[in-house]
């Protein structure tokens, strides 16, 4: 196959391979979208699956994440906004009053590895910065995370106003003290209760 | 007397090491503490502030100085005497308190993961009043609660419904003066809650090296009425602390010497207790792992740090579990956990009831664990060696071929011998015929028989009338 050798440097975690195999191909006069689909996330989708199977380590898996970054960073300038290419935008934080960040750290490192672009407002974020980031950007997700259940009121207001600002945006939830069923009461288009169910509920919400 | 047994991770250079490195990255480098009000207390206190990045460094001298001031031993009570203790135990033993935060709760009836309710967090606390092997009462997350005052409403209830001492933290800095409230309408003045404080109060670090507004609105409201602090350090090896056992442990002495200063600083002679609450991150899935060996290292040898390095009593996450059930796994995580802990030198031991993660709480769980413990207890404890008890005497008495039953030494200590009802065997015969019942349905059996005694404490009209005032005042005030 075309991308075999790219695959395999983004697997391996070599982040100067993956670069130079991008290029490559670049010179070669292949696709910027087709390099970044056929090559760079599909090598994200085996190693998705690959640490899906306990085969491969969080630790393990962000080496190729890099070396995917890598790669990806050369063909930004040519992949034309809205194209095809990448998997879409989503923009994550933990809602407003809440400080705790290490669920969503590991959220948005895996979502970057699955080809993602991901926007990160980081800690304390209200419903308006997320409103804001999701129309800027474009997202097709906004992901909100929450460890203290007081603060969980915040996802409710945050999913009303993405809604009363007409943005086509999907609203999904997590964090310990989350259920679906809470998810479902405050209308969120979607939950999961750990990173990797994240990833995989953002695939299908943006297939 | 017997010895109490302990055992040592680190040596004596280990330990210095630690302190050291601790010491250096508070000094040279800093924490970052995210109140303002605090950052003025701590800097007219000589902490080395700024206030543009809220990063504190602390001097050799001002942590040598907070060590000085730093009670050793801490009276833990609860509003009524009967259940007060000390630790460190003059005889070493232990403390237990049961686990916080639980949000979903394992219906003993059903056998389903339900939502945790004021109902139930309020019979949870009357069953706590009744073991007597759960010393501490820790707060609970009613989800029929308003999700912002959540916490003052299992504070009030927590309140009403045990006389052991309590275990708080706060779920959001607004609502931190409204516990205060809660308290000191429980206590009856803030005179009455200085001579009793009725708790402890546990803020936590958002490792690494972050403490956060609300748990330093506590420590100023600890600091305030003289509430004992058992501050604690969430270190999450792997992802929030280095992935090695040491590491963590550098990572948990750095907060928990950080927490130690500021309660000083704050107020010199504050009570504190050193609470050590690491988990692992699974990396092979990114999942908390509560009683995992490297995990109960960390926890152990993060003990045996405080209690020599800073001198002050240890609370650790013990009685976790990384299975869902009250099953064999959490038994065996149950008994490896707490052992090695108790042996380490911890002196309360935390988790009765959890089940596995961070938010699962059972009820019959916690009466298992409430039997475990006290078997922990009793063979921790050593072994007692004088002429009683080495009864040579009865021995020459009794004779080659004899026998001690019908030894009046025997009779005296025929009753010494720890008999934990739920463990205790019938013959095989009798067992199966009795229906060959395993320890869940047998420990579901006694909880339900001592859910027919449970009942709310007798308070008078007024204060429980002032006490859901405050709540009242506080969803009036903090909701929407």
């Known amino acids: ?207 | 007397m017997a010895k109490t047994l302990r055992v040592q991770l680190l040596s004596e250079d280990d330990v210095d090491s630690i302190f050291e490195k601790a010491a250096h990255i508070l000094g040279a480098h800093g924490v970052k503490v995210d109140h303002d009000k605090a950052l003025e207390r701590l800097a007219q206190a000589g902490a080395l502030v700024d206030p543009a990045t809220k990063m504190v460094r602390f001097s050799r001298e001002s942590i040598e100085a907070a060590l000085a001031t730093v009670p050793r031993s801490v009276k833990v009570m609860g509003s009524d005497e009967k259940h007060d203790f000390t630790v460190p135990d003059p005889t070493g033993r232990f403390y237990t308190t049961t686990c916080v935060q639980s949000m979903r709760y394992h219906d003993p009836d059903t056998g389903e993961y339900v939502e945790n309710t004021r109902q139930r967090f309020a019979e949870w606390c009357q069953l706590v009043e009744t073991l007597p092997n759960i010393d501490v009462c820790a707060i609970q997350t009613p989800m029929d609660a308003p999700p912002e005052t959540a916490d003052v409403h299992a504070l009030n209830i927590q309140l009403q419904n045990t006389a052991k001492p309590l275990m708080l933290l706060a779920y959001c800095h607004e609502s931190v003066p409204y516990l205060f409230e809660l308290m000191l309408a429980r206590a009856g003045s803030a005179e009455a809650l200085r001579k009793r404080p009725l708790l402890l109060i546990n803020p936590t670090s958002l490792s690494p090296l972050v403490f956060k507004g609300m748990d330093m609105e506590q420590m100023l409201g600890a600091a305030e009425y003289d509430i004992p602090v058992a501050a604690n350090s969430l270190a999450i090896a792997g992802a929030t602390a280095p992935v090695t056992i040491a590491g963590t442990v550098l990572v948990e002495a750095v907060e928990l010497l950080a927490f130690l200063v500021m309660s000083q600083m704050l107020k010199p002679g504050l009570p504190f207790i050193a609470t050590v609450f690491n988990t692992t991150m699974d990396l092979g899935t990114g999942n908390a792992l509560l009683a995992n060996s490297e995990t109960i290292l960390a926890r152990a040898a993060t003990a045996q740090f405080a209690k020599a390095a800073l001198g002050v009593p240890v609370e650790t996450f013990a009685l976790m579990a990384d299975s869902y059930l009250p099953d064999g796994q959490t038994a065996a995580e149950k008994v490896l956990q707490p052992t090695i802990l108790a042996l380490a030198g911890a002196d309360i031991l935390y988790g009765a009831g959890r089940l596995g993660g961070s938010t699962l709480a059972s009820p019959v769980e916690l009466v298992i664990d409430d039997r475990l413990v006290s078997v922990i207890q009793r063979t921790v404890a050593g072994v007692e060696v004088d002429d009683d008890t080495l009864a040579m005497d009865e021995i020459v008495a009794a004779g080659p071929g004899g026998h001690f039953l019908r030894r009046k030494h025997t009779l005296r200590h025929c009753r010494e011998a720890l008999r934990p009802d739920l463990f205790v065997p019938d013959v095989l015969d009798n067992w199966v015929a009795a229906g060959g019942k395993d320890l869940f349905t047998r420990a579901t059996e006694l909880y339900k028989e001592l859910k027919k005694g449970l009942e709310p404490l007798p308070l008078p009209d007024d204060v429980k009338r002032d006490m859901d005032n405050v709540v009242k005042s506080a969803d009036e005030h903090l909701i929407g």
């Open chain 1, 1 to 207: 196959m075309a991308f075999d050798s790219l695959q395999q440097a983004v697997i391996e975690g070599e982040a100067e391979e993956t670069v130079r195999l991008v290029q490559q191909h670049l010179d070669e006069g292949r696709d910027a979208v087709d390099i970044l689909d056929n090559g760079l996330i599909a090598a994200m989708d085996d190693v998705g699956a690959k640490f899906s199977a306990g085969e491969l380590f969080i630790p393990e898996m962000l080496v190729s994440a890099e070396a995917m970054q890598e790669g990806l960073a050369l063909l930004k300038p040519l992949l034309i906004e809205n194209a095809s290419g990448g998997r879409g935008t989503v923009v994550i934080g933990a809602v407003k009053g809440d400080l705790h960040d290490i669920g969503k750290n590991l959220v948005v490192l895996m979502l970057e590895g699955a080809g993602f672009t991901v926007v990160d407002l980081g800690t304390d974020v209200s419903p308006e910065d997320f409103v804001e980031a999701a129309r800027a950007n474009g997202a097709g997700i906004v992901a909100m995370s929450a460890l203290l259940v007081t603060t969980m009121p915040h996802m409710k207001t945050t999913v009303d106003q993405l809604r009363a600002a007409g943005l086509g945006a999907k609203a999904i939830v997590g964090g310990a003290p989350l259920t679906q069923s809470y998810a479902d009461e405050i209308t969120a288009d979607g939950y999961a209760s750990d990173a990797p169910g994240a990833v995989i509920l953002c695939k299908s919400m943006l297939a």
